[in-house]
Nanobody
Framework: QVQLVESGGGLVQPGGSLRLSCAAA????????MGWYRQALGKERELVAT???????AYADSVKGRFTISRDNAKNTVTLQMNSLKPEDTAVYYC??????????????WGQGTQVTVSS
């Protein structure tokens, strides 16, 4: 019914930048909160940043001032600009959307994840 597809991960040196994108497609009526989460090897998945349909934003303390989340409601996309990357940012990054379907139901959907590796 709904798919979220991430892109933009890769290998970058410490201090570098990456831009992640996520596009949602399917039987979508509207998307409420969209966000990015990450899971490092051996650790639990954690919130990175979220943005509501109205544009309210929240960041994890560990990424404040370095990462910027944005979205395009018309295109059902969300983007994460990551600057000043650190080795501890290495993780699989997942996109999530709280989606209202055309049949009226609302549920959360996850993307498949994209690997971000910060290493020299």
């Amino acid at each position: 019914q709904v798919q979220l597809v991430e892109s933009g991960g890769g290998l970058v040196q410490p201090g570098g930048s990456l831009r992640l994108s996520c596009a949602a497609a399917g039987t979508i009526f509207s998307i409420y909160t969209m966000g990015w989460y990450r899971q490092a090897l051996g650790k639990e998945r954690e919130l990175v940043a979220t943005i509501t349909r109205g544009g309210s934003i929240a960041y994890a303390d560990s990424v404040k001032g370095r990462f910027t989340i944005s979205r395009d409601n018309a295109k059902n996309t969300v983007t994460l600009q990551m600057n000043s990357l650190k080795p501890e940012d290495t993780a699989v990054y997942y996109c999530k959307g709280n989606v209202q379907l055309v049949d009226g139901r609302t549920r959360g959907y996850w993307g498949q994840g994209t690997q971000v590796t910060v290493s020299s």
